[in-house]
Nanobody, 120 residues
Framework: QVQLVESGGGLVQPGGSLRLSCAASGSIFSIVAMGWYRQGPGKQRELVAGITSGGSTNYAESVKGRFTISRDNAKNTVYLQMNSLKPEDTAVYYC??????????????WGRGTQVTVSS
């Protein structure tokens, strides 16, 4: 089994910063990509940022220049540094990872989510 455990959410004032972490554990053969999604109140889940095992990244337009995704392959951990936070960033943030537990058999796994609230 594979588990993704997120941490680092919380309440922050507009303009503030938070750093999310997500650690993958379990029977992992390889990880292709890791990323963060979010779902705000009354909204659909959307991709925030993703990063491949080679370090290629992509971001939603709404967070470019403010958020930075990074990963530590040795620790199977992905991070999301969020700066200049806005009230519209308020959402539950979910970690996602494409993982193979045996060679060439990849599945998408999800964390339980961590709440980020941006409010004064």
């Amino acid at each position: 089994q594979v588990q993704l455990v997120e941490s680092g959410g919380g309440l922050v004032q507009p303009g503030g910063s938070l750093r999310l972490s997500c650690a993958a554990s379990g029977s992992i053969f390889s990880i292709v990509a890791m990323g963060w999604y979010r779902q705000g109140p009354g909204k659909q889940r959307e991709l925030v940022a993703g990063i491949t095992s080679g370090g290629s990244t992509n971001y939603a337009e709404s967070v470019k220049g403010r958020f930075t995704i990074s990963r530590d392959n040795a620790k199977n951990t992905v991070y999301l540094q969020m700066n200049s936070l806005k009230p519209e960033d308020t959402a539950v943030y979910y970690c996602n990872s494409r993982i193979a537990t045996i060679p060439s058999h990849y599945y998408d796994y999800w964390g339980r989510g961590t709440q980020v609230t941006v409010s004064s």
